[in-house]
């Protein structure tokens, strides 16, 4: 089967630095997304990996490790707004994208 | 701005009374996708359109359907709304030929059955 594992929910305090991990087992890879979703509205893009190491992108960085099924976005200097679930998303051999359900990231002042 | 638009945002139908979810977009995208959405879950893909080529999800009910009359707009049909069809129906849209590009969704219609 082809399975995308993340916390299912983590808590962090404003101004802190957090680390959400994402490990998969797909047939085949062609990238990875990151993707924030607000209770009640839609995904919205926030990264993707193609190639193994670290992608930044302000106070977010992506990271993969192909050989070991790994991925984690990292944010820094927590602001109430990033409140929010953070989805880990892979393309398969098949360019079939295969999510996983989400980390609800609570952050607390 | 080029953008993907459901409406309505929220949609109240009656257990088995037909309903049909609309989703238009500006940013010239030839594949579009309907998702399913339940709370604290993955978003489940319905199916998608590659320009007119439609592509079911072999696990789709035979209760959902689509239409594509053209590139901006698609339409999810639900011929017999089911208690357990209450859920949140994401569409997104993505360039095709390159099929790593990101997918882009609208805000979303959040369905419930009565």
């Known amino acids: 089967g082809q399975n995308i594992d993340q916390p299912t929910e983590m808590t962090a305090t404003e101004g802190a630095i957090v680390q959400i991990n994402c490990t998969y087992q797909?047939?085949?890879?062609?990238?990875l997304f990151w993707y924030q979703q607000h209770a009640g509205e839609a995904p919205t893009f926030l990264s993707y990996n193609v190639l193994d190491g670290l992608e930044e992108k302000g106070r977010f960085s992506s990271f993969l490790s192909r050989s070991k099924g790994y991925s984690y976005l990292l944010l820094k200097e927590l602001q109430m707004k990033d409140s929010a679930s953070y989805l880990c998303?892979?393309?398969?051999?098949?360019?079939?994208?295969?999510w996983g359900a989400g980390t609800k990231l609570i952050i607390k002042p | 701005d080029a953008m993907v638009i459901q409406n309505p945002r929220y949609q109240v139908t009656q257990f088995g009374k037909p309903v049909t979810l609309s989703c238009s977009q500006t940013?010239?995208?030839?594949?579009m996708y309907w998702y399913q959405q339940k709370s604290s879950q993955a978003p489940k893909l319905l199916f998608h359109?590659?320009?007119?080529?439609?592509?079911n999800e072999a696990d789709t009910p035979d209760n959902f359907q689509s239409r594509r009359p053209n590139t901006s707009f698609c339409f999810l049909d639900i011929r017999s709304p089911g208690l357990g069809d209450a859920a949140m129906y994401l569409c997104?849209?993505?360039?095709?030929?390159?099929?790593?590009?990101?997918?882009?969704f609208g805000d979303g219609t959040r369905l419930s059955i009565l």
């Open positions: 940013l010239n995208h030839n594949v």
């Open positions: 998303a892979v393309i398969n051999s098949n360019y079939q994208l295969i």
């Open positions: 997104a849209t993505s360039r095709g030929g390159d099929r790593n590009q990101p997918q882009h």
């Open positions: 797909t047939s085949g890879f062609n990238g």
């Open positions: 359109y590659y320009d007119k080529d439609f592509n």
